[in-house]
């Protein structure tokens, strides 16, 4: 069993900055990847971005240049850095986790982002 403890939403103006975290604990031995989706008011849910357990990483193309996931390994913890914040990135933000044990969803975070 994975459990998920999400932080860092907020509201911020256009151009700014958050950081979100996502923690995770539970019964694993490894965790596999972790990601974040985000979902807007009446659209579905995308990805943000991922990252493998060997620190390989991909993003939704509307986030390239402007997000960074990262992750520590030794606190379970996944980041994401979020840049140069648009109107269009407002949403719920979720972070997922596959481990060797199970997956979980976070509880999503709210960020809302003001032009």
């Known amino acids: 069993q994975v459990q998920l403890v999400e932080s860092g939403g907020g509201l911020v103006q256009a151009g700014g900055s958050l950081r979100l975290s996502c923690a995770a604990s539970?019964?694993?031995?490894?965790?596999?990847?972790m990601a974040w989706h985000r979902q807007a008011p009446g659209k579905t849910r995308e990805l943000v971005a991922i990252?493998?357990?060997?620190?390989?990483?991909n993003y939704g193309d509307s986030v390239k240049g402007r997000f960074t996931i990262s992750r520590d390994n030794t606190k379970n913890t996944a980041y994401l850095q979020m840049n140069s914040l648009k109107p269009e990135d407002t949403g719920v933000y979720y972070c997922y986790v596959m481990a060797d044990r199970g997956s979980s969803w976070g509880q999503g975070t709210q960020v809302t982002v003001s032009s």
């Open positions: 990252i493998s357990s060997g620190g390989t990483t």
């Open positions: 539970g019964s694993f031995f490894r965790i596999n990847f």
